[in-house]
């Protein structure tokens, strides 16, 4: 009997010692995609007669790939387990897995992990040998996991070998009920002073050393959040946000005034569409382009003038972008409205001095116009009925907590308004605009994001009987967001932009005629930004852009006319860029935001181009030859380095002072010899006889916030030089004339000012004050008497101003009615006087000026408006809200220009104005 169990015993030890050989020679073959890592383990023990360990929730929707042919265990399960939280030790001589979630199994711990106890000197991490595997991430024992609200997020995993001092954290902040991302969420790390700012897109990255941490989120309209964390390597944690606005609207104020304080670029500003909702406009109109006039260095030549002046640039130099894509004239009605849809308008960042370095091809500024993502939860809109325009606006989810459709329409019905103005030649005129915005927005994964946008506007307007004036914008875009890598992230733009003009005129039978122009734009960019350590973040790209301009056609408009055709050939070029930049502390008090952009242009064929004789002014008379150019022959390349360079001390927490330098290149112009920007102003290209502009600024400020940053206040000077800026002859001929560079000149400009803003944010009472000093001077200088202007001296330009005071108040006096005020104060803008006469040829003719000596009256507005609210039930169908304003309460009579006539022998001076009356408005707004 005892040999009979002893045989029975050394069989099964035999038995025993060859499963585990087995096991230990274990191979895996098979082929998995997105496979349940739950189906998955019972085909593995099959295979293998190994036993798997785990809990079921930790496998529980997570999916595996790989394919294997006669593959070790170990090999095959760690390609299996890459990309998930699980881990899997091995014990193939007692036929066993574990699975492990984020950890590991430590056989030792790392050397020096527990200070020796009869070693009175404290252990630090310098002196301790170094570890050879990584060091354990425990949960301290004070905190028990079973009484927390939200669990503990154990993110990344443990990696053997692999052990570095940080991790890296990425991440998402949503509004819970919208799906909206959450920008400018401040994430704080306690009994730390880390802090993570999420951007535009809610996105947000901390570096933080492996263990327990606990995170608080905060953010204006947003109720606090806290989340525990056990982090164990790189990995990713989202935050879906409660709306509370009470109690955090502080947190917000103070993130961005650091923001204003900290951040090294200067002359920059941020508006949001919410700021023009109470400050009162012309007709009741919310604009964020006319909010923007009222910042230091923005201003306009006058009162309906579409066009922008910053920093004393000529209208043209802006860059206005729409989601990327490049609109060339964002307004509405001679200048008084805005051409964007307040609605779908999430904010516009304007940059005065040194722009982002994936900007270029302007000299004075770029606005960067955003437009709102879409409600991803449920249908929400909001729209508004005016005296002059109805509007509305939809958020549509398209795939719920991913993607979701805003569109938005606005119309007009404005011709009574003509009616209404003092001025009798407009009483029989009309106008009439739409505008149009499609936006989608789809959170493809965590690493990637689509946007897209198209948009379309027109305007139409008959100011005499016989002419029909009508102009358009078109655009489209498409985003893609994504991430390449821990420390990456690229961003990759398609966009094209559209505009056109055209005159209708219906004259005598035999002289109607249809005039047409436009230029179109299309343009990629792919730019990237790394963070690449020590405190670096590279920013680095490229971007191209291919003109075609239609200069001008005109046809008969109808058979048998005297009209005759023009069609001046089509020119096309191309315009591209490479740029890189650094943004790095030296210090913690010294920030250095260094960039470089290499700008290229060239003016291509087909086409012919004039050469003139040397020594002579380039005119009808001069012409020495035409050169012809075949499709796509480089007829005149032009470019070369735009340098980008900020720098920001900090003198105090809440006091900084800023430098900064930047030139740059502007390869298109506008043809216009009005005052101001008009529907009808033309494009041109650079070619071989019209130089591009180029120019440098450089600017010096002080930041300061008081009050437990309550208010904000900034000081900022600049200096700026232009070269081969564009201007017309006297009597230049500019409109479908396909030899312009006979009627422009090119000259020279400068600009200085002072720039004062005092910025309120908190309490009942807010707003700013805005206060300008500046000049702004060309020079028009040639060793042509006919190509010289002012005796080739410096003159003003005429948008020249050179004090000019904002002052924007709103008082909420209960959470439902709260009053607004909007003060402005210019000096007048120059203009040439006649200053006598002479008689020549039996004729009396008149004497001008030196150009622009003199100046019209000086310029101020108050305009006055009450917000009412509905009231804040929680559950009905809208929220309503009414604005009633008086644009010009004081029923100022400012002039827009002043002009002469000669009647009778004298010269009679004579002013027009826009609004030289009060304007009431009422406008009732909702929202669901």
Avoid: C
């Avoid at 010294?590 to 086409?607: I, T, Y």
Wanted: glycine share 10%; charged share 20%.
């Amino acid at each position: 009997m005892n040999r009979v169990r002893h045989l029975l015993l050394l069989v099964a030890l035999a038995l025993l010692s060859t499963s585990r050989l087995e096991a230990q020679q274990a191979e895996i073959s098979g082929d998995y995609n997105q496979t349940l890592l739950g189906e998955v383990v019972p085909e593995l023990e099959a295979q293998t007669g190994l036993k798997f360990f785990f809990l079921p929730e930790w496998v529980a929707g997570v999916e595996v790939s790989g394919s294997f042919s006669n593959t070790p265990v170990g090999e095959a399960l760690n390609t299996l387990l890459e990309g998930t939280p699980l881990n899997a030790y091995l014990r193939l001589s007692e036929g066993r897995v574990y699975l492990l979630r984020n950890t590991l199994i430590y056989e030792e711990l790392p050397d020096g992990f527990f200070p020796l106890e009869t070693d009175s000197t404290p252990v630090t991490v310098s002196s301790r040998p170094r570890a050879q595997a990584p060091a354990p991430v425990f949960l301290p024992e004070a905190v028990r996991e079973d009484t927390r609200a939200l669990p503990i997020a154990r993110i990344g995993k443990a990696s053997e070998g692999q052990q570095r001092a940080a991790y890296l954290i990425r991440g998402q902040a949503r509004n819970n009920q919208t799906g909206e991302p959450v920008a400018d969420l401040a994430i704080r790390v306690g009994g730390t002073n880390r802090i993570a700012v999420t951007n535009t897109q809610g996105q947000y990255q901390l570096e933080l050393p492996p263990g327990y941490h606990v995170l608080t989120a905060t953010a204006m309209g947003i109720r606090e959040m806290k989340r525990e964390i056990l982090l164990y390597g790189d990995g990713t944690l989202d935050f879906n946000l409660e709306e509370g606005v009470q109690q955090l609207t502080e947190v917000v104020v103070e993130a961005d005034a650091a923001r204003n304080v900290e951040q090294a670029s200067t002359g920059s500003e941020q508006i949001g569409s919410e700021e023009s909702k109470n400050i009162p406009l012309v007709l009741g109109e919310r604009d964020i382009l006319q909010v923007a006039k009222t910042l230091p260095g923005i201003s306009s030549a006058g009162e309906g003038a579409s066009g922008i002046n910053v920093r004393g640039g000529k209208t043209d130099q802006n860059l206005v972008l729409l989601d990327d894509a490049v609109i060339y004239n964002p307004t509405h009605f001679f200048g008084i409205f805005q051409a964007l849809n307040p609605f779908t308008t999430e904010r516009v960042d304007i940059y005065k001095g040194a722009a982002p370095l994936e900007f270029g091809g302007r000299l004075a500024s770029v606005f960067d116009i955003r437009s709102k993502d879409g409600n991803t939860q449920e249908l929400s809109g909001e729209g508004s009925v005016g005296p002059v325009t109805a509007n509305l606006a939809l958020e549509i989810p398209v795939v719920k907590d991913k993607s979701s459709l805003v569109v938005g329409g606005r119309g007009a019905y404005a011709d009574w308004i003509l009616r209404s103005l003092d001025d009798e030649s407009l009483s029989n005129s009309g106008a009439s605009f739409f505008d149009g915005i499609v936006r989608y927005t789809d959170q493809l994964n965590e690493n990637n994001r689509l946007e897209t946008t198209a948009y379309y506007s027109r305007d139409a307007f008959s100011i005499t009987s016989d002419s029909l004036y009508r102009y358009s914008n078109a655009l489209a875009s498409v985003r893609w967001d994504h991430r390449i890598g821990e420390k990456t992230g690229a961003v990759l733009f398609f966009g094209n932009s559209d505009y056109r003009f055209g005159i209708d005129y219906d004259g005598p039978s035999n002289t109607d005629f249809r005039l047409d122009y436009g230029i179109n734009e299309t343009q990629m960019k792919y730019r990237l930004r790394t963070e690449a350590g020590k405190g670096h973040t590279l920013d680095y790209g490229i971007t191209g852009k291919y003109y075609s301009v239609s200069p001008g056609s005109r046809e008969a408009g109808a058979s048998g006319t005297a009209v005759a055709p023009i069609d001046i050939p089509r020119e096309q070029a191309f315009e591209g860029a490479l740029f890189l930049g650094d943004a790095f502390d030296l210090t913690d008090r010294l920030r250095l935001d260094v960039g470089v952009r290499l700008a290229f242009f060239a003016a291509l064929g087909p086409g012919s181009q004039r050469t003139y004789a040397e020594g002579q002014p380039i005119s009808e008379g001069t012409v020495r030859d035409t050169l012809n150019y075949g499709s796509l022959e480089a007829i005149k390349t032009y470019g070369g380095p735009e340098v980008r360079a900020s720098v920001r001390y900090l003198l105090a927490e809440d006091f900084s002072v800023k430098a900064s330098f930047n030139n740059a290149y502007q390869f298109v112009h506008t043809l216009s010899n009005n005052t101001t920007i008009s529907p009808i102003d033309t494009w041109k290209l650079s070619d071989l006889n019209i130089r591009p502009q180029t120019g440098y600024q450089a600017s010096l400020g002080f930041y300061k916030n008081f009050a437990d940053n309550a208010y904000e206040v900034s000081l900022e000077g600049y200096y700026k030089r232009m070269d081969d800026v564009l201007d017309f002859k006297t009597g230049a001929n500019l409109l479908l004339n396909p030899h312009v560079e006979t009627q422009v000149l090119q000259g020279e400009g400068k600009a200085y000012g002072v720039e004062f803003l005092l910025k309120k944010e908190k309490g009942k009472l807010n707003g700013w004050l805005g206060y300008t000093y500046s000049r702004s001077f060309y020079r028009l200088d040639s060793e042509f008497r006919d190509e010289r202007v002012n005796n080739g001296a410096f003159f003003p330009s005429n948008f020249d101003k050179p004090h000019d005071l904002s002052l924007i108040a709103n008082y909420r006096l209960t959470r439902r009615y709260s009053f607004s005020m909007n003060f402005v104060y210019q000096t007048g803008r120059p203009v040439t006087y006649p200053i006598g006469t002479f008689r020549f040829n039996n004729a009396d003719l008149v004497f001008y000026s030196d150009r622009n000596r003199f100046r019209i009256p000086d310029y101020y507005r108050l305009d006055l408006g009450i917000n009412i609210e509905g009231n804040h039930k929680k559950d009905k169908l809208a929220h309503s809200f009414w604005t009633i304003s008086v644009y010009n309460v004081l029923g100022r009579n400012n002039p827009y220009s002043v002009f002469f006539v000669t009647e009778g022998g004298e010269v009679k001076a004579l002013q027009s104005s826009i609004f030289a009356i009060p304007v009431p408005s009422i406008t009732y707004n909702f929202k669901f």
